[in-house]
Nanobody, 129 residues
């Protein structure tokens, strides 16, 4: 059973935009959510996160000012809007849910893969130069 499903990936030219969606088959309004990515032969890395109420949205430095994370709790969906894409953004993008952390705890651990217990299967994003 797929609980988190990413969509919206694809092939785009450098400078272009994509919007990824992560749709859950369970209620996620109480969960903090994260986006990670993994390029070939590289570790999975943190990209962005959003607290359950949308008030805390950290980003990795390399995407600040280009990516925007948001959520629609009524639709159990989290989004990652990616603008000004670069070839180095090419990766499989995963969404993940932190089902256990308090909001205060999440502030300190949002970037850690180990905080997230539920993962989607990923969507490929390829940016051509």
């Amino acid at each position: 059973q797929v609980l988190l499903e990413e969509s919206g990936g694809g092939l785009v030219q450098s400078g272009g935009s994509l919007r990824l969606s992560c749709t859950a088959s369970i209620p996620i309004s109480a969960y903090h959510m994260g986006w990670f990515r993994q390029a070939p032969e590289k570790e999975r890395e943190f990209v962005a996160a959003i607290s359950w109420n949308g008030q805390f949205t950290p980003y990795v430095d390399s995407v600040k000012g280009r990516f925007t994370v948001s959520r629609d709790n009524a639709r159990d969906t989290v989004y990652l809007l990616m603008d000004k894409l670069k070839p180095e953004d090419t990766a499989v993008y995963y969404c993940a849910a932190d089902q256990q952390s308090s909001t205060a705890d999440f502030y300190g651990k949002a970037t850690h893969k180990s905080s997230y217990g539920l993962w989607g299967q990923g969507t490929q994003v390829t940016v051509s130069s």
